[in-house]
Nanobody, 120 residues
Framework: QVQLVESGGGLVQPGGSLRLSCTASGRIFSINDMGWYRQAPGKQRELVAV???????NYADSVKGRFTISRDSAKNTVYLQMNSLKPEDTAVYYC??????????????WGQGTQVTVSS
């Protein structure tokens, strides 16, 4: 089993910044993609940003230029630096990791979620 533990959420004023962290642990052979999703009340979960094993990144249009995803593969950790936060960024943010536990078995794991609230 693979566990993801997130940290760094909280309450911030519009224009402020937060940094989320997520560390994967457990039976891990390799990790391919690590990313962040979010879900606001009454809305579907949506991709925020993803970092691939090859080093490429992909962002939702709504966060481009404001959010930066980075990854420390040695620590199985992914970060999301969020700047210029807006009230519409308010959501529960979930970490996701996809990889393999053995050469035959893959995993697709989710964190428990961390609340980000942007409000004055």
């Amino acid at each position: 089993q693979v566990q993801l533990v997130e940290s760094g959420g909280g309450l911030v004023q519009p224009g402020g910044s937060l940094r989320l962290s997520c560390t994967a642990s457990g039976r891990i052979f390799s990790i391919n993609d690590m990313g962040w999703y979010r879900q606001a009340p009454g809305k579907q979960r949506e991709l925020v940003a993803v970092s691939t094993r090859g080093g490429s990144t992909n962002y939702a249009d709504s966060v481009k230029g404001r959010f930066t995803i980075s990854r420390d593969s040695a620590k199985n950790t992914v970060y999301l630096q969020m700047n210029s936060l807006k009230p519409e960024d308010t959501a529960v943010y979930y970490c996701n990791a996809k990889g393999a536990v053995t050469i035959w078995h893959n995993f697709d794991a989710w964190g428990q979620g961390t609340q980000v609230t942007v409000s004055s």
